[in-house]
């Protein structure tokens, strides 16, 4: 086998794809009439690598994958190009190196290695017959994951600001009053403590419900976690047939490398796109996330979003209080002044009822003595019509009781002849239906030649073939 050259780092690729061509051709003239093992070709094809691929280079990658054994960490790396992978391997990052290259770049980002994380490494190439291609991993770039970052959380507010939803929940106005709050945090964490402690308080003198939920902030699943709780703590509505007043979402005595996981586009549009205020309380000073972005009120601690809450009940008891001593005040000086009011008004009132009711009692004399005169004046009208009426009455009277006597005669006459008629008619028909029933007796017909079926038991006269049924037993009776 003709040994391949060496390949010096400075060539470009194409010099590098030449002559890795002119080498596979120079290959195949002399091994195409030879049967290799597969062991020997591999091998061959390990030889190849180190010899051409020797030197160290700086490789842009995402981890797609990362696990660890034995202090050992194993990469699956990817290259995407509109969220397709064009390109992937493994990458192995050895113990002897591993402690020494993720301290220095947990240290720079403040977060630990981890998947989805788009990174530079120094690498070099590595073959073996049995696990096939690998990435060396020599050295990682933690300035780069961090400028990668940056670019990230820019576009991600960029994206926000075109659809409108960066400042989208802090145009709602703060509640009046704040009696139900729902709260969003890592089960058992120490911040949702400081928070509970006072909000426990504060829900024991009934001024403010706190209803929580639970779920993870650091891991690739956060994201999705919190969302799922936000959208579970929106069927307060099913129960309590109104919104509440605020959400809250706190963190609190986590790492400082955990917040990436917060920067995430569903996550901080959902927010934003929430219908009641958003607080959050992520719990780091100097780094800020996407939530506090796009949230109503932002909060260095969760502590800080009681306390706010607290002093905006506060500030609302007292202002309440102030308008209760300026409606007190207001109150009295109206009564007050009702009173004065009041006083003039029964003066006057007193003075004019006596005129009026002097005026009343004139008034009162001569219509009482007007009511008397008219009274007998339709007394003695009334006398006369009612004498009137009643000798036209005793009149009229008389006249019909003649009419109806005359009328009573003539209808007896008339129901006696009809009476007379309907009895006659019946006799007759009487008459002619006993003539009937005498043709049509048993004895008279079986005289004329007839005769009659019946069953058996002499039960039941047959009338119908319908009633005949094979090996039937009849009577026929004929005349005696």
């Not at 391997?89 to 240290?107: I, P, S, T």
Request: hydrophobic fraction near 40%.
């Amino acid at each position: 086998m003709k040994p391949a050259k060496v390949l010096a780092p400075a060539k470009d690729l194409a010099t590098l794809e030449a002559e890795l061509a002119e080498q596979e051709n120079n290959i195949e003239v002399n091994l195409e009439d030879t049967v290799l093992r597969l062991s020997d070709y591999l091998s061959a094809v390990d030889m190849v690598i180190k010899q051409t691929f020797n030197h160290r280079v700086w490789v842009k990658a995402e981890i797609r994958n990362l696990s660890s054994k034995g202090g050992h960490y194993y990469f699956e790396l990817a290259e995407k190009d509109d969220g397709k992978v064009i390109a992937s391997c493994r990458g192995n990052l050895w113990r002897f190196k591993a402690a020494r290259v993720l301290a220095k770049f947990e240290r720079a980002t403040g977060m630990p290695l981890d998947r989805d994380l788009t990174v530079l490494l120094k690498v070099s190439a590595g073959f073996h017959a049995q696990y096939g291609f690998s990435l060396t991993i020599e050295d990682i770039d933690p300035s780069y994951t961090l400028g990668d970052l940056a670019r990230q959380y820019a576009e991600m507010v960029d994206r926000l600001t075109g659809e409108g939803l960066l400042n989208l929940n802090q145009q709602l106005p703060v509640p009046f009053d704040i009696e139900h709050v729902l709260v969003i945090a890592p089960e058992k964490a120490a911040g949702l403590g400081d928070f509970q402690a006072d909000a426990d308080r504060l829900a024991r003198t009934g001024a403010c419900h706190f209803h929580y939920h639970n779920a993870t902030f650091q891991g690739n699943h956060a994201p999705s976690e919190i969302r799922q709780a936000i959208v579970n703590a929106q069927q307060f509505f099913d129960t309590y047939k109104h919104l509440p007043d605020l959400l809250v979402i706190i963190r609190g005595g986590g790492a400082v490398g955990d917040l990436a996981y917060l920067n995430d586009y569903e996550l901080a549009a959902l927010v934003a796109e929430q219908p009641i205020p958003v607080w959050v309380g992520i719990g780091h000073e100097r780094d800020k996330v996407i939530l506090d972005e796009v949230a109503h009120t932002s909060f260095d601690t969760p502590s800080k979003v009681i306390a706010a809450i607290m002093t905006h009940l506060a500030q609302l008891v007292t202002q309440t209080l102030q308008y209760q001593a300026q409606i007190k005040q207001a109150a009295q000086r109206q009564l007050s002044t009702a009173a004065q009011q009041t006083t003039r008004q029964l003066s006057q009132i007193q003075s004019q009822t006596i005129g009026q009711l002097t005026a009343l009692q004139k008034d009162s004399d001569y219509a009482w003595r007007s009511i008397q005169q008219s009274a007998q004046r339709q007394v003695k009208q009334a006398a006369r019509l009612t004498s009137e009426l009643r000798t036209q009455t005793q009149a009229a009277a008389y006249q019909q009781l003649t009419v109806a006597a005359s009328a009573s005669q003539n209808n007896q006459k008339t129901i006696m002849h009809s009476a007379q008629q309907q009895l006659i008619q019946a006799q007759r028909d009487s008459e002619h239906l006993r003539d009937i029933v005498l043709l049509h007796r048993p004895s008279r017909v079986l005289k004329q030649g007839y005769t009659m079926l019946t069953d058996a038991k002499d039960k039941q006269i047959l009338t119908s073939g319908t009633q005949l049924h094979p090996e039937q037993t009849v009577h026929i009776l004929l005349k005696r």
